[in-house]
Nanobody, 125 residues
Framework: VQLQASGGGWVQAGGFLKLSCAAS??????????MGWFRQVPGKEREFVAS????????YYEDSVKGRFTISRDNAKNSVYLQMNNLKPEDTAVYYC?????????????????WGQGTQVTVSS
């Protein structure tokens, strides 16, 4: 089971990026799993960004990204996305996607069972 995150890069403040996370594995499907995005900067703990339920109906965001970031998913493609608009320098971090063996969303790191390798997002002022 692997989660592959992509789409990170360098952008100026006010710009946008779209992160993608694709799951792979012979019998692995994220269609019944809650998915989330987290981020981490050196020296700090990994923090919650956004999460989505298995159906895609329920979504939850960290306060600082509400109105700027949108999480979505395509279960047919075993993928989850994070559209990030109006990026700020404080959004700079390594972003990780994660999946949990539960249908609901969650903001708790320890409730996730599978993690991607991370993709760097750098926002310059």
């Amino acid at each position: 089971v692997q989660l592959q995150a992509s789409g990170g890069g360098w952008v100026q403040a006010g710009g946008f990026l779209k992160l993608s996370c694709a799951a792979s594995g012979r019998t692995f499907s994220t269609a019944t799993m809650g998915m989330g995005w987290f981020r981490q900067v050196p020296g700090k703990e990994r923090e919650f960004v956004a999460s989505i339920s298995s159906s895609g109906v329920s979504r939850y965001y960290e306060d600082s990204v509400k109105g700027r970031f949108t999480i979505s998913r395509d279960n047919a493609k075993n993928s989850v996305y994070l559209q990030m608009n109006n990026l700020k320098p404080e959004d700079t971090a390594v972003y990780y996607c994660a999946a949990r063996r539960g249908t609901s969303y969650s903001s708790t790191v320890n409730l996730y069972d599978y993690w991607g390798q991370g993709t760097q997002v750098t926002v310059s002022s």
